[in-house]
């Protein structure tokens, strides 16, 4: 933004308004997104900065737009990220703290999100709010019947359709679910999960009642009124240095064109909606911005007899819906059921608060110009669609085909409109063999409901007719678009429809045809998945025409929707309706799920499952994260300037002196470290990592200096900007693999305290075996942590040499004296506060250090305030992530399944620094040992690489430990030709084993649940009968595959001493300390249940009701020292001591006082007591700091889950059909977090094991450092069936109130869902092995299968030739051999 300047006489103000509030500027940047208005200028902090480009959601707000006209107001959510400022000129803007918020009362929405116990870390709640009430305000526009009182016009299915574009990467999805499925007017109450709202039991009328009540007459007013007065006028806005136009004809538009051609090295660029922007994020400056949406030739929509022209400027969301407009009979035409199908593929591109506001237009320039992978290039193309454009200021029509091949347009071209024709009458319909027309769609994403781009898109139109002669069809005109595949643009396969035209469809042609579209799709050279995007388009050609070869049965099994096609084909005029088919491809959503708690009231409030401390705020948006302190006086940011090499010489870091005069404040490097402080930017016990690299950069991704600017974005633009001179001379080559690391002997050492023991005698239990397995390989990839809120921090420079810093950090204690060893100051100059983190999982441990400490050592140096927010790809970059391992494993076994011995070496590629990694040889250990190996012998070498240093991410060493304790079994029951389960079953440990492996942790022999949480989860999930269902289903599905596997887990964890302190107030109310840190874990929530819990025992009149007086605040690393690591799953339960411990000592001083004014009052109240103790000068503080002892402070946790998972052998895409879940938590402090503990946990599982790719380049620099290329689950890749107990069992002595660890193990348990994919795979390869004539070999069960097994992984497993196979096995079978040859080319 721009302030000060007067306007230039014709510049209008900018006017809008915000939650009601007006706002009026008179000079803007044009380049100034929503967010970082409404982020760095107002107060409302709700819109969340989670990604910049579009792919998360945490920053959406309600756009709502006034037709004087109709005097109607459109509401729809944006992405406010991607939207720029001038461009919501006289529109109205709401937030989450606009829809309720403490002040004003919280609205429906956010009161059903915490009593769903919907949010965990917060960060993304206040859009997933957005999302909501946007389909919730739309939905009651439509004209469907009046809802039930409390209900809203929404349906299940839209509900949870609402938040697909959403990211949350705590909660697991499902209880988001279930809030945003309480409004719908079909749902069914028992569908429901478990709340906070009603009690097991209450019928479906009380349930209703007990829900907070939704009024959609009560509505939240989105367009004030004093917005609807304020006339929109033809203007234009001005900043020093560049200007945003609205032209309001074509004629101005192209005036503005030529004076712009016309003035020398001026700069323009057409705006719609700037959502490519999130795609190809350009950091230049234009001197003009021309928006197009109000010229009324860009934003028509036309319709006649030739089809439907859409004006550039139309929203995809518009275009869905006319295109839809155009079916509203219950029979579609088959021109009709083209558009239907353009818009149901439409609904699948990026989501919807893009969909919103993203042009038709826009993306089809971003195709032409920039190759971008586009939807609407590649199903507009199929259909023959024309565009007119205005280029050399000339208009002129061409076909999109045409228009797509042209060199890329220039700035000053204008695509004006797209026409898509009508495919009506094809010809005459009335005889039975008169030609037919079919159309499809296809896309091949990660994300089955859109906001995930394609490995290929295709879109097939044909004419068939029956033939006369024979049962079959003839192809009669054929367009067969395809695109996204790593090609410069869709393509029509001229060739494939040349060959097929006029032909009579059979197996013959079809291989042919198939034949010729495989080598017709070829992916540029360095395309990914390059074979697999070959074998995707066949696969779908495939799937096209098959229903259209004679014996289509023999084909399809009738699952492929394109049968449908030929079913209809073959039926009654009045069945050529395709929409009553649709939902086989939309069978997506919705999502059941079950969750079976047990309450335990013995410890009252503690066991309850009371709403998280502080989600209403977090819905609402007003809970306070580090980036939204508002900034002090004076404040600067800093960004990053980090190594893209690998090992070299930092000969010089430069700015580009474009942003040197823009207000850069300095770049910090090692070189300020001042006098007496060290090079330092994060500690473990294990050792120190350098703040920045020296002379010498070590890693990519190592920070190399710090970029210190008068705002975030111009911080970030110049080190995206900076020039580094690398110089590789003298220097050995970089490590980079653990090969390379165990040739060059560098290893980082693993303290003997920490090295595990081995068990057992490895050669003995080799000799008793009847098979082996030797030297046997694993390769486990990295995994990014993803929280939605990314590093930050706020250094404020103090008095006497003192520093304040805000820290989004797991370990502030480590932060703080980070800093000062930085700054070389005592540590008493530093202070660390952190109220809350959006989420860490790990990430927040060690490196949340270097952000701080970066920060800090810029304030110190410049005397002013320095705060940083990483944005997400230097984050992505520089965070390190999870350890990426190989290996080797031998075992040998019995022949009824029972292993003898297990060796295996382990190499870890730590990166560059110690970090945690001494501690993961341990972890893996611990978990893998969840079955009895006979004897285990191992080889653990952690290398030291030239990668970022590799750190904690939640499960760190236990998540791959358990997974090669799978691979290994399911490679022993492949060679034994075993049922994997029975293997397991084998193997699982008695309490004696337990105690050999486990020395120390494993408890009394009843605390050892896992048996009977194995046998249980085999009856609740019923998977006896699920077994052999499955079995049935891929006896007769030839294209779907079902698996399904039932996996064990033993995770070992350690209490860990922590601090604490409560003091009660004058009032009586209480406010608490602990070492712990709010992560979204629910840590709060659980130490305010055990204040009042331990208070209580004081036994006065009102201490039921002390949970409402306690108050958990932020951590502040003077006040409460040593407060340690929040990790490792204990930190709830060792806070909860520690706060015990004080409320004991208080309750202990109260007691005597107590006493005597009981005997002298009757009852006593609480804050009668508590003044009473004021006055007598009690002591009404309390520190503590709980040591846990040594012999009971390891315990083990044990859990079990059965998923099954069905593949579609033709795309390779995995969808997981259920997954059951059974986990002891003892005797829980809190079972609806723990209940989200375990189910976020599973679903982030699923992200390791299935989705997310950590790519990097061939330098070690990460490369997968976006939303688009890096995908975590969303709500459309959980189990559709997701069910969860939380076994409540009390035998835990020794543990706080009997309870047990929820936040890590239950991640184990998504080991069920790769395991349940291998299984299908397994059926696949055996229908593979039998085409092939491989019956018998190995090859249906000993494969490895990768992690993540994402869909090019399995569908090469499945065979990317499949289709090949199978047509050339069906030809060979039944044809001769020469008819075979004729029909191939
Ligand atoms: C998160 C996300 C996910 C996405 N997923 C998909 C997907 O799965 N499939 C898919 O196909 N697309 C996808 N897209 C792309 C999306 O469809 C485009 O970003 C959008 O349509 C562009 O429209 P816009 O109005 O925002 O264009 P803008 O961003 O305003 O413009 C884009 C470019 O086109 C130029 N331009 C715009 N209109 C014209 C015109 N009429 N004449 C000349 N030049 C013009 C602009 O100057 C600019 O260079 C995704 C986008 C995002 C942000
Ligand atoms: S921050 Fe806007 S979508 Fe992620
Ligand atoms: S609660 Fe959704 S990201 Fe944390």
Redesign the pocket.
Known sequence: MEDGGAVPAGAANLVFAVNGERFQLSTIDPSTTLLQFLRSKTRFKSVKLGCG???CGACIVLLSKYDPVSDEVENFTV?SC?TLLCSIDRCSITTSEGLGNTKDGFHTIHQRFVGFHASQCGFCTPGMCMSLFSALTNAEKTQRAEPPPGFSKLTVSEAEKAIV?NLCRCTGYRSIADACKSFAADVDMEDLGFNSFWKKGDSKKVKVTKLPFYNPSNQVSTFPEFLKNEFRSSMLFISRKNSWYNPTSVKELTSMLKSTLAESGARA????????????K?IDHYDKYID?RCIPD?SMIRRDRTGIEIG??V??SKAISVLKEENKSEFLSHGEVVFQKIADHME????GF??N???????????Q??H???????ILLAVGSEVN??TDLKHEKVTLEEFLGRPP?D?T????SVHIPCWEPVRNVTSKTDARLVFETY?A?PRPL?????YL?AAFLAEVTPCKTSSGVIIGNIQLALG?YGSKHAIRARKVEEFLVGKLLNAGVLYGAIKLLGATVVPEVGTSNAAYRSSLAVNFLFQFLCPFVDACDEFCDGLLHGCNDAFLLRASETSNNQKQFDHIKNAVLPLSAKQVVELNQNYSPVGEPITKAGSAIQASGEAVYVDDIPSPTNCLHGAFIYSTKPLAWVKRVKLNSKYLQDNVAGVISFRDIPKGGENIGSKTIFGIEPLFADDITRCAGQALAFVVADTQKLADMAAENAWVDYDTGNLEPPILTVEEAVEGSSFIEVPPFLYPAQIGDFSKGMNEADQKILSAEIKLGSQYHFYMETQSALAIPDEDNCMLVYSASQCPEFVHSTIARCLGVPEHNVRVVTRRVGGAFGGKATRSMHVATACALAAHKLGRPVRLYLNRKTDMVMAGGRHPMKVTYSVGFKSNGKITALHLDILINAGIAADVSPAIPHNILNALKKYDWGALSFDIKLCKTNHSSKTAMRAPGELQGSFIAEAVIEHVASMLSMEVDSVRKQNLHTFDSLKLFYKGSEGEPLEYTLPSIWDKLARSSCLAQRIETAQQFNGFSKWRKRGISRVPIIHGVAVRPTPGKVSVLLDGSVVVEVGGIELGQGLWTKVKQMTAFALSSVKCDGTEDLLYKVRVIQSDSLSLIQGGFTAGSTTSESSCEAVRLCCNTLVERLKTLKNKLQEQMGAIKWETLIQQAYLQSVNLSASSYYVPDFTSMQYLNYGAAVSEVEVNLLTGETTILQSDIIYDCGQSLNPAVDLGQIEGAFVQGIGFFMLEEYATNSDGLVVANN??TYKIPTVDTIPKRFNVEVLSSGNHQKRLLSSKASGEPPLLLAASVHCATRAAIKEARKQLASWKGLDGSHFSTVFQLEVPATMPVVKELCGLDSVECFLKSLLCASRTSDCFTLSCV
């Open positions: 480009e579009g792919g992405s991607l574009g660029k057409l705006v719609v909606s700037n959502t490519g922007s999130g795609y190809y350009e197009l860009l550039a400027a929203t995809i699948r591109i990026a989501s893009i969909r506001s993203a042009s038709v237009g826009g993306n089809l320039v971003m195709a110009r920039n971008f992978p586009s939807d609407i290039a590649t454009v205005i347009l700035s071209s204008v695509l004006m896309r994403a859109g906001n995930a781009l394609p898109n996204a939303t688009w």
